[in-house]
T-cell receptor, first 108, second 115 residues
Framework: RKEVEQDPGPFNVPEGATVAFNCTYS??????FFWYRQDCRKEPKLLMS???SGNEDGRFTAQLNRASQYISLLIRDSKLSDSATYLC?????????FGGGTRLMVKP | DAGVIQSPRHEVTEMGQEVTLRCKPI?????LFWYRQTMMRGLELLIY????????DSGMPEDRFSAKMPNASFSTLKIQPSEPRDSAVYFC?????????????FGSGTQLSVL
């Protein structure tokens, strides 16, 4: 079993739709969590950190459920430019473990 | 800041040849990571340096792989001899480890193709 698991997708959604991704982690020592975005043939870039209380950044909302060991990312009013792969990341002891990524394709 | 700089961007080589990938981390960052990404295995950590010292190299596939960080501004990842299964995108990333919650900054990666 992978330490950080994600549905690889792809998630095909129309513009304006709301889409949610979940990610589960197995290391209960994980302390911090992040979502990274990776465009095709590009490097991963930090999208947002995930806080215990949940956090929102514009159209993006991240939530953490420590009891169930999962993290979620909600994208509202999706844009064509949101098409990318979204990587879930769990950090324990200064080591970051990446999930395999969920591919999102937003279509007109 | 120029960000994490990797070279070369693309490398095509023949099986058995030595390959050297280079990385310049962001100035002031004290941690450097080498990752490998493939479709099958996703993003895998190969090795992690803190203050130029290798901390965890458990992800290095085998003895053919070696990494060095002679100073705070330069690191290399070497594969000798290279094999077709080494074909992947190799990312270097750096961060300032200040405790929980540090974030990584990735370079643009090196696309390696071993024929």
């Amino acid at each position: 079993r992978k330490e950080v698991e994600q549905d690889p997708g792809p998630f095909n959604v129309p513009e304006g739709a709301t889409v949610a991704f979940n990610c589960t982690y197995s290391n209960s020592a994980s302390q911090s969590f992040f979502w990274y975005r990776q465009d095709c043939r590009k490097e991963p870039k930090l999208l947002m950190s995930v806080y215990s209380s949940g956090n929102e950044d514009g159209r993006f909302t991240a939530q953490l459920n420590r009891a169930s060991q999962y993290i979620s990312l909600l994208i509202r009013d999706s844009k064509l430019s949101d098409s990318a792969t979204y990587l879930c990341v769990a950090e324990a002891g200064n080591m970051l473990t990446f999930g395999g990524g969920t591919r999102l394709m937003v279509k007109p | 800041d120029a960000g994490v700089i990797q070279s070369p961007r693309h490398e095509v080589t023949e099986m058995g040849q030595e390959v050297t990938l280079r990385c310049k981390p962001i100035s002031g960052h004290n941690s450097l990571f080498w990752y490998r990404q493939t479709m099958m295995r996703g993003l895998e950590l190969l090795i992690y340096f803190n203050n130029n010292v290798p901390i965890d190299d458990s992800g290095m596939p085998e003895d053919r792989f070696s990494a060095k960080m002679p100073n705070a501004s330069f690191s290399t990842l070497k594969i000798q001899p290279s094999e077709p299964r080494d074909s992947a995108v190799y990312f270097c990333a750096s961060s300032f480890i200040s405790g929980v919650g540090e974030k990584l900054f990735f370079g643009s990666g090196t696309q390696l193709s071993v024929l």
